[in-house]
C-alpha cells in the first residue's frame, strides 16, 4: 500500500486523487515519526468516520485523532474559562445579545424571565450586558446548531468563529497550540472552513511545528469552505507529489481518470489488474436504463436522492430549515450520522436509531457505552446500582425499540421521548423549542413519518445512491453516472463541460482563472450598485449604464483571453449587448458567462464520480444533449479510453 509522506518543509499540501491511499500513507508517517522523541502529533479528521479508521492504524499516547469540532471544543475548555474571553464572548456577540435584550417578541420574553428565575433576580431586574458576563461561569461548546447567547454556549459553527476569533484578539494564544503539537495533520482540507486552517496556520508561525493538509483539489466542491485560505496555500505551502498509485480502481479505469485529470503530475499508477472498459452509454431517455443491481447510482438532485429512498418529505422539511443557511444544506445534514452533527433534532433521532439497534442485536456492551457516551443521556437512569435498576433501564429501551417500529409521526416520537427516561427530558425539550422558534419547519417536520429518517439510516450503512456533489467515502465496485445539467443550485453544466472537452476547449488552470476574474467583475458591480444581477429592473439601466457597461467589457476582456472559447460559446449574447445594451441583454451576459462556473463544478463531479468505480463504469448521456457535438464527442471519449455505445430503451442497437 502507499508509503509515508516526505514531509521536510513545514507547510505542505499533499494533493492526491481518490484512492491514491492517503490515510494509509498517513498512519505510516505518523510511526515513523513517532520513532524520534518530540511533542505530541494531531490528526484533524472531517468525519468521526475517519478519525475512527486512523485510531485503529495508531495507538499511542503522543498521538491525538479528533474532528475539529471535538478537538477545539476540548481544547478551549481551559480557555474560555477566563474572565477576559468571557467578557469577549459578550463584546464579540454584542449584537446578538442587545437583540435579544431589547426584543418585544413573545419568545424572547419568555427566554429573558426563564433566566431571571434561574440566576435569582428580582421580576423587574434590568438584564445588562454586565449582568451576562457575572452570570456565565464559563463557555462551552453546546453541540446543537443555536448559540445560547445568554449563556454562553456555542453553535457548531460559531465554535469555531469564536474561537479563530479569540486567538486572533489574544495572540499569546497561538503559541499554545504549537508548544502542545510538533505536527499537525489536517485531512479533507478543500472541506474545511477557511477560518480552520488560518487558525492552525498561524499558530505555527514563528515555531518549529510543521502543518501538513491533505485532500484532493478535484473533490473541492463547495466555494465557501477553503476559497478564503487558497492564497496562502499557493504562496507558503510545498506540494508533495509523493502518492503516485491508484489502490482503488482496476487498470482501465485509472486510465480513464489519468486522461481527465487536469495535472499530469497527479497522474496515478494502477495496482490493480485492467479488466473491462468503462463505458458511455448513450441513450434517448435516463429514466429508462438498465443499470447493474449492485451499482451505486450517482444522481444530480437531492431530490431525486430522497426520492429513490422514499424520504423525501423528511428532506421537504430540512430544505426548509436549512434554506438560508450558508455553511449547510438539507443534505449534508439528513446523511450525517456522526454525534457531530450540527442539527439537534438528527443528532437526536440518530441516537434513538443506534440505541434500538444495539438493543435489538443484544449488543448490551456497546450499548451501555453509546448511552454513557452521549452527553444528554438521562444520567439518573444509568446510574445501575442493582437488579431493580437493570430491570427499570431494559422496560424503557424495549419500549423505545417498540416505538421505532411504529408507523408515527417525528411529533409523536418527540412526545414519547419527552416521557420515555433514556434521554434527559431538558433536552428534549430544547429540540422541540428549536423546531417551534421556526414555524415553516415545524408544520413540515412534525408531519414526517419517523419511517422516513430510517430509510435515510439505511441508506447510509448501505448507500444506494449518491449525488454527484457527494462523492466522499469508499469506492463501490460499480458505478452508474447519470448526466444531467442543473439549473440554478446546484450551477451543474454537464453537457456544456462535455462539449468544451470534446472541442479541446477545456482548460481546467485557464477556465479557473477566468472564471475567478468574472465573479470578481460581477461582485464589483453589486458592490457599486448595491444591486444584485437577478435584481435589476429595465427602468434601473440609466441609473447604473455606466456600471452595467463597465461589468461587460470586464467579462469580455477576461473571456477574450481565449478567444476560440469566446466568439463559438458567448459571442452571440456579447455582440446583442454592443448591439443594443439594455438590463435583459446584459442579464443574458451574466447568465452565458455562469456556464464557466457550472462547467468547471461539472468537471470536478464527472471525475469524482468515475473515480469511484472499481470494477465497472458506466456512464449515461442522452442523445439529444449530445447532439451539437456527437462527433466530437464520440471520437474523444473514445481517445479517453472509454467503450462508447448507443442504447434504445435499454437494448443495444
Known sequence: MAEGLNITEQFTLVNAPAGSGKTTAVSKSIRKLLMTPSKKILCITY?????KQLSEKIISERVEISTIHSFIGNFMKAFFKLKPIIEYFVEFFEENICTILESKDEKEVVKLKRYKEKNNLEENFTITKQTIIENINYIEYGETQFTSFLYGKLSHDDLLIFSKAVFEKFPKLNKSISQRFSYIFIDEYQDTHSEVLELFYNSCLDSETKLVILGDEMQQIYKDRVEDFQEIINHSFVREYSLKNNWRSQGNIVRVLNNIYYDSLYQQNPQKVAEGK????????LSNIRIHQDALQLVLYNSDLFKAIGAYNLYRAYNERYKLHDKYNSKEILLNLTMDNPDDLMVLLNFIMEVSDLFDNQQFGPLIQKITNFKFANKELWNIKNHSDKIKVAYHLSELSKE????????????????NEIIDTLHIDMVISHIDEDLEFKNKIYSVKFNEFVNCYKEMKNPKFSTQ????????????????????NPNVKMYFFLELFSKNLFNYQELTFINKEIRRHIKSFSYSTGKKVSELKAADYKQYEQQCTSCFFNMKSSLMQNKRLYEEFFGKEFSAFEDKSNVTNFIKCIRTVNRVDGALLAYKLFYVGCSRAKKQLDVYVTHKSIHGFKEEFISTMENIFFEVEFVDNGSNV
Open 47 to 51: 468525519t468521526n468516520r475517519a478519525a
Open 278 to 285: 468503462p463505458k458511455i452509454h448513450i441513450v434517448e431517455d
Open 404 to 419: 421505532t417500529k411504529r408507523d408515527i409521526t417525528l411529533e409523536k416520537l418527540l412526545s414519547f421521548m419527552r416521557e
Open 469 to 488: 456533489h457527494a462523492v466522499k467515502g469508499e469506492g463501490y465496485d460499480y458505478v452508474a453516472l447519470k448526466v444531467s445539467d442543473g439549473t440554478s
